[in-house]
């Protein structure tokens, strides 16, 4: 008896295994093109919270805007230090120094993930980090720094709400680029329909 084989399964199956791979390839070269990095995977999947957002980025980003939240403070400490504490100026070379290190090894770091392709990386990230170290080391010399008073207070209170206003800035810039890509996308696929 011959066997007759159903061949509108066969092509609904291979269709939708070329549909998938399609897709697959799609997010891959928008992964690729996305200057942020954003793209639907594994890690995104399992640790986003909405629109590409993940917990270490927000962590991140807060981080860095409470770094660069207290640097004022840091200064004002330099500053004083001359009339403080002068032998603690010697500190300073080293801090600048050790700063443009740090920014070379930040900048290489995030290359995959901030602009891939961001013109004089490493120079930025050296001159970075020789501009905000120093700020950082001599936070301690900032006044009233030791007895924890007001002046402590409001610098702590001044570089928190710095960190979570990162946090706000970082989720509404993965928003618009998630919202431009699906844009893209949907735009995309009403060409090729039509």
Known sequence: MPITHNTTSTTALSTKTNSRSERERQLGALVRKSPFGVGESLYARSMSIRYGVTIPGLVLAGGTGFYLGIQPFGYIGLLVTPFTDPAGLLALPGALLFGALLGCVVAYLSRDRIKPKLAHRYRR?????????????????????????????????????????????????????????????????QAASH
């Open 125 to 189: 990230g050296a001159i970075l980090g020789a501009i905000t170290l120093p700020g950082y080391l001599f936070l301690g010399n900032f006044p009233g720094a030791e007895n924890g008073g007001t002046a402590s207070q409001w610098a702590f209170g001044i570089a928190f709400c710095c960190g979570i206003a990162a946090i706000i800035t970082y989720y509404q810039r993965r928003k618009r680029a998630t919202l431009a890509r699906h844009a893209r996308r949907l735009a995309q696929q």
